[in-house]
């Protein structure tokens, strides 16, 4: 576990709980994002996982199977990849985004299934309904950098210029991966 995750705040089970997740009567609800600290994530330049700082460079994130079909198809035929629809999720450390790729349940596994809907559906958070599944694959992947907008209601974010990718069936492979980023950060445990 990255130390800044080890950090967080716990819920009573003992898990971290990410930086922008939401706490409701006090505790956190984990399939949601919360508004107000995700706007202040992106605008702060703060990992969406640890909260801590992200510094100028390369950022991570997550991808279902839709995603990283894309991104592999576009990199296997040696074109740029750029999604130009925006995405709910945001951005943070390599090794906050590969810790977070096996302990999500979402994440972890393709046959996971969404446990709750978005509380105000919409076109980007169609997908976001219970009983979603996650798809075959899965990706950690790292970007040049990301574009956000806060509007009303969402923040919003776009990732530019794939730098890493890194696909999975079953996140457990990226355990390995972890492991060198963590030592190479002097953080192993």
Known sequence: MPAAVA????DVRGYPVPAITPWEEGAPSFALTDYERSAQCARGRRCSVCGELM????????V????????????????????????LEGPGHRACMLYASMVCPYLARPT????????????????????????ATGAVVGFAD?????????????????VEFLPHELSD????????????????R
């Not at 510094?55 to 997550?62: F, I, K, Q, T």
């Not at 996971?112 to 798809?135: F, N």
């Open 146 to 162: 990301y574009e956000f907008a806060v509007t009303a209601t969402q923040v919003l974010f776009r990732f530019l210029d794939v």
């Open 112 to 135: 996971a299934r969404r446990g709750l809907s978005a509380e105000q559906p919409d076109e980007l958070t169609v997908q976001v309904v219970r009983g979603a599944r996650r798809g």
């Open 7 to 10: 950090a967080r705040p716990r």
């Open 55 to 62: 510094p100028r460079g390369p950022v991570w994130r997550v």
């Open 173 to 188: 492979s990226q355990l390995p991966e972890l492991r060198r980023e963590l030592d190479a950060e002097g953080q192993a």
């Open 64 to 87: 279902g199977e839709t995603e990283s079909a894309a991104i592999g198809a576009a990199l296997a035929a040696g074109l740029p990849y750029r999604n130009m629809a925006p995405t």
